[in-house]
């Protein structure tokens, strides 16, 4: 079956959502006293409650019926048995290994898998035993305190996201710093307070060809050669992430300072690989390992469970159900934990570089909404900013909330205020409130009839917005990895209800081929006329206001 339209579980859905629409989760509510505990899985390191979405156990038979049609429980021992399900590149997707969740005798390109991860596990175990102990020196002799990180999308957003969201966990040997911005401003102000005798850069890149980590680590090169005088400073001072050696080695890397990473591992599922070494850097090998045992912990889960009760597979089909079915267009993720404040902006890669696509695996146009847009903030803020839309726009967009039972920094009062204000928001996105309530409230609060009259229309909230709580017992490594695990394989079966090839990312190739042309023209005096008038129009503004001021 090539078109997902076709199948019967499809239609089904199409037809259940017709009748749903014209549900309130309210009623559900009342109709079923039971609802949450039919609709939450409890894992060991968090809780998911979906009750707060437009759904019935019949919705959810169906939508289990559209798992089991599309073959979710196929592919994915596909990709765990190292499987090309990466079919545009032909390449294995293999994240899962690196946290030691596959066989042993996977062998792609001659090489059996898990042997390379241990290897490479073992050789950053020593180096950030070196780096932090003090053992690994500059070019002065002096102790490395700082860590650069020069990298950009799932070079960066990962590791920083972590490093960030971890931040309670590390012991402050190093200072870890993050660069990914071309923007010159960027790496600038990072380097202007350091020490370049006591610096670390890891040029992170599975490529090392991407334009933007180049420019940044060249710029690094130069800052340091100009301080020590010496281009031998450079292979005390650098190491790469790469599987691409000869690059590295040519820009003055020595090949003893390179980090494996390999074809099966996609940039944006690259954080339990060496990618993640600033993290490791930060708060010591063993707490890496906990983050992969955390990620682990999920594999087992999402390999294990029926699919009407495992977490990654739910929030997959809330998401298509949400958003090909009731028609959300986009999706926002709300952390209430300042720990996590990172934590949209990583979703963003690696939901919509995963999925945002409009091709089938098999090259044909799909003719169905796919995966919705992906945005967000931390709760709090967000609550003091787009809630308003989020309660009473036209569109309903389904959220995310993310929280902690305890604090990993209790400040009296503040975890209580926090949490009311999750709990409160859910709430009032799903039961909103009505006309005759608002009057009635208004009244009750000695408020006069015109005045009645004239506000009771704004203060009514529709309610009836989707939502699921996410809930861990403690934010650790462990439960950060199992978190992230948990939306990684939600996007993989995305992938697989919806037909994407989830693995590839050509839609950010036309615009960076598109700037190296356009990088040549400003840097000559020749611009191309074939340009649009608007491009054609900008460029000249550009150029002539540039020569203005030199
Ligand atoms: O933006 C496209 C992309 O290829 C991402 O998928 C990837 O994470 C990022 O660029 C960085 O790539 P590299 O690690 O090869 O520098």
């Known amino acids: 079956m090539n078109n997902r339209t076709s199948l019967n579980s499809w239609q089904a859905l199409v037809e259940h959502a017709k009748a749903m629409k014209s549900q309130h989760m309210n009623d559900l509510f009342a109709q079923d006293q039971q609802r949450f505990d039919k609709f939450s899985i409890e894992l060991p390191s968090l809780l998911l409650d979906y009750s707060k979405n437009l759904l019935t156990e ?8 559209l798992a089991q049609e599309t073959e979710v429980t196929h592919w994915r021992e596909k990709m765990f048995a190292g499987e090309r399900i990466n079919s545009t590149e032909n390449r294995a997707v293999l994240h899962t290994a690196l946290r030691g969740s596959t066989a042993d005798d996977i062998v792609i390109n001659g090489d059996n898998v898990n042997e390379q991860v241990q290897a490479t596990l073992n050789k950053m175990q020593s180096f950030c035993h070196e780096v932090r102990a003090g053992h690994r020196q500059g070019y002065t002799g002096k102790r490395i305190t700082d860590v650069v990180n020069i990298g950009v999308g799932g070079s960066n957003l990962g590791p920083q996201m972590v490093t960030e969201a971890l931040k309670q966990f590390s012991d402050d040997s190093l200072k870890i710093h993050y660069v990914s911005n071309i923007d010159g401003t960027q790496i600038a102000e990072v380097l202007r307070p350091l020490n370049p005798e ?34 031998h400073a450079v292979a005390k001072h650098f190491v790469a992430v790469s599987a691409n050696k000869t690059n590295a080695i040519d820009f003055g890397i020595a090949a003893d300072n390179i980090f494996d990473m390999w074809d099966w591992v996609g940039g944006r599922f690259s954080l339990w690989s060496a990618i993640g070494l600033p993290i490791a850097l930060d708060m ?48 926002a993720i709300l952390p209430y934990d300042q720990a996590l404040h990172k934590f ?68 009296k009062g503040h ?39 004239k ?30 695990a948990l939306y990684e394989h939600k996007i993989f079966v995305q992938g697989i209800l919806l037909q994407i090839c989830s693995f590839d990312q050509w839609g950010v190739e036309l615009g960076k081929g598109l700037a190296n042309t356009i990088q040549a023209e400003l840097a000559s005096n020749e611009i191309n006329s074939q340009h649009d008038s608007s491009t054609l129009g900008l460029l000249n503004f550009f150029k002539a206001e540039q020569q203005k001021v030199t």
Request: charged content about 15%.
């Open 58 to 65: 019949e919705t959810l038979n169906k939508l289990v019926a």
């Open 198 to 231: 006591k610096v670390l850069f890891i040029v992170s890149s599975k490529t090392f060809t991407t334009t933007e980590t180049m420019l940044n680590a060249n710029t690094a090169r130069k800052w340091l050669v100009s301080a020590a005088f010496d281009q």
């Open 284 to 331: 010591g090998f063993d707490k890496f390992l906990a983050i992969l045992q955390g990620a682990k912990e999920m594999d087992q889960h999402f390999l294990a469970a029926p699919l009407s009760e495992n977490a990654p597979v739910i929030l997959a089909l809330l998401s298509v159900w949400n958003c090909t079915f009731l028609g959300a267009q986009s999706q």
């Open 344 to 411: 949209s902006a990583y979703m963003q890669q690696a939901e919509m570089e995963s999925n945002g696509k409009s091709v089938s695996w098999q090259g044909e146009a799909i003719n169905y909404a796919t995966v919705p847009s992906i945005w967000g903030e931390l709760g709090i803020n967000g609550q003091h900013a787009f809630y308003q839309y989020l309660h009473q726009s036209n569109n309903v967009v389904p959220a995310d909330f993310i929280g902690s039972v305890e604090s990993v920094t209790p400040v």
């Open 415 to 453: 975890h209580e205020t926090l949490m009311a204000n999750f709990f409160a928001q859910t709430q009032a996105l799903m039961s909103g409130v009505n006309e005759s309530q608002v009057r009635a409230d208004l009244k009750a609060k000695g408020r006069n009839d015109d005045y009645i009259n």
């Open 455 to 484: 506000v009771a229309v704004h203060k009514v909230h529709q309610g009836n917005r989707p939502s699921n709580s996410i809930l861990m017992k403690r934010l650790s490594p462990h439960a950060l990895g199992s978190l992230i």
